[in-house]
């Protein structure tokens, strides 16, 4: 059986070619160069093929072959769909817009543009893009959080490493008990200022330490509070917690003790943090 080599050009290709030459190239699918088994199939460089990548015969012992020609970056092949034109969309409110494109598909979850700088997320309900995502450093806590509340989407992995989220993603953050525990504390508040919005908020739970607490402690609590297999690493003041977010773009805007000792001690208090930069 003999086979042939076709030369795909979904850009400069011709409906009238016969794709057996990079000068006669086809703009065309696998499945209309013919039906043979061991075709060679060659994409040409540079191009942005979407859609699915399927052929329109069953193959056995001669699969085809599929390569690139000529020069640049390789052929990419997505199923996303292009929605990048302004005509699409038609502003509501806010950051929400209008998709007036009759879609065929159920497009993917999340919309990626400036060059992965920000992301959106589309819905087909205004109120689905109400969402609540949790992170969880605990497998075994995040497989416990998705029986008690399916409606949340949780993630894997380290508060003070690299987050499974877009840029500008969230209105609202919560760290509940676990500043403390982190060992990159500029990483992490790093990173909650890349997927708030502006003017996002930012709500941190954590033991905090004023000035009679540190002197009780110190004089007669020492070995309670700071021996060596303690997993709270960081211990904060409203003062220590005011630079290092302040450092990261946030500004204070609320401040409370949360449990106490005898109205005089906190043990621990409640920060609300503004993204500003």
Known sequence: ?????????????????????????????????????????????????????????????????????????????????????????????????KCTKNLKETPCANIIYNNDEYCGAMRWKKDDLKKICALEISRKATEKGENRNPDVAYFVG????????????????????????????????????????ENGNLIIITPEFNWLKKIIITSFFWESFFYQTNPHIRFFTKKSMDLIMEKHGFKRVYYQWGLSWFRIMPQNAYFVYEKIK
């Open 1 to 97: 059986m003999v086979s042939d080599t076709f030369y795909l050009d979904q850009i400069q290709g011709s409906h009238n070619g016969n794709g057996r030459s990079p000068l006669i190239t086809l703009i065309s699918s696998p499945d209309s160069v013919g039906e043979k088994p061991g075709n060679t199939i060659l994409y040409k460089k540079g191009i942005v093929v979407r859609g699915d990548f399927s052929f329109g015969f069953v193959f056995s012992t001669s699969p085809p072959i599929v390569g690139s020609y000529g020069k640049g970056n390789k052929p990419v092949f997505m199923k996303s769909i292009n929605l990048d034109s302004t005509k699409y969309w038609i502003k509501e409110n806010g950051n929400i817009w």
């Open 158 to 197: 380290s508060a003070d490493d690299e987050y499974p989220f877009c840029s500008q993603e969230f209105d609202t953050l919560f760290m509940i008990d676990v500043i403390e525990h982190l060992v990159d504390i500029d990483q992490a508040i790093l990173e909650c200022n890349r997927i708030l919005k």
